[in-house]
């Protein structure tokens, strides 16, 4: 098979390699913090792709190289519900795929936020196509906690004697210290309450004491007028199977919950515990699921006309 045109139509499917200009119309496609890379989509160091039908955005691509160090990543690839299993992501795959060779890249890379319900069918074009099997490395849900009356275990959390919850503002300069003082001894760097401080929304963050020392945090970031990120939960390793992080996060939510309805809160993939928390318990106010996932392909040496 001949190298398809960089405009092709396959009944009323067209594929087109992006501009700044025309990639404005595939905004609903793609993740809110790739949406300023639109703007700025040169066909060089910020590219992408875009497929439509009936001239309605059906799916893009999106990637990003550093050509002087041989490096490119897609960053996003999407194929808008409806328009699955006809071929689309194999074929926005392959011009990014030479969109990479064009640049002299030898590793293509992909890692970016899928849709959960994406990953069996772009797994299966990552495969056919070259790429090794994708590897989760992230979830990422999206929370309604107006649902959380569905989860009737909620009710019945409680805080024993000597529990209490606080305003994060409301932290001390003595507490702060000994947080700080107690990195990398009772919590990890990643877990760090001070972790781009800048970011989070100290009246809607809270603390966990107990008799009156700091034992774990809830820091949230706010993202939109109606939209919290659960950013970091750490609740010292003694305390940790009493479920008291359980019900910090949980009262966390329940008390922000009428001036923001929606929560977002990311879960590495080696976090089982926390895995089966959010499916078995929140389930009911899951709305999305997205994973973030990493794949490699040699480049070097390869052409591949196998796209249809």
Wanted: proline share 5%; hydrophobic share 40%; charged share 20%.
């Amino acid at each position: 098979m001949s190298k398809p045109k960089s405009i092709e139509e396959v009944r009323t499917l067209q594929l087109e390699e992006l501009t700044a200009s025309t990639a404005r119309a595939y905004k609903s496609l793609v993740h809110p913090k790739h949406l300023e890379l639109l703007d700025h989509i040169n066909g060089s160091s910020v590219w992408g792709f875009g497929a439509s039908n009936n001239n309605q955005p059906a799916g893009i691509v999106l990637g990003r190289s550093a050509v002087n160090e041989g490096q490119a990543k897609i960053i996003e690839l999407v194929v808008a519900e409806g328009h699955q299993r006809r071929g689309m992501g194999m074929k926005l795959l392959w011009h990014a795929e030479q969109k990479m060779r064009e640049q002299g890249i030898s590793d293509g890379q992909f890692a970016g936020f899928i849709k959960a319900q994406d990953f069996s069918w772009l797994s299966k074009i990552a495969i056919r196509e070259g790429w090794q099997l994708p590897r989760v490395k992230t979830y990422m849900y999206t929370l309604g906690s107006m649902r959380l009356g569905e989860c009737h275990w909620v009710e019945r959390l409680a805080l024993p004697v000597g529990f209490t919850l606080f305003p994060w503002k409301d932290l001390t300069p003595a507490e702060r210290l000994d947080i700080e003082q107690g990195e990398g001894q009772w919590y990890t760097p990643q877990l760090s309450p001070f972790f781009e401080e800048g970011k989070f929304d100290p009246d809607y963050s809270t603390g966990l004491r107990y008799q009156g020392k700091v034992i774990g945090w809830v820091i949230v970031q706010r993202m939109a007028g109606n939209l919290l990120l659960y950013k970091t939960m750490f609740v010292q390793e003694k305390y940790q199977q009493q479920a008291r992080g359980i019900t910090l996060l949980m009262k966390t939510i329940a008390q922000v919950q009428p001036a923001f309805p929606f929560g977002m809160c990311f879960v590495e993939h080696d976090n089982e515990p926390m895995l089966r928390f959010m499916e078995r318990r929140l389930g009911p106010t899951i709305l999305h699921r997205k994973l973030w996932i990493e794949t490699t392909k040699v480049l070097v040496g390869q052409y591949s006309d196998h796209f249809c």
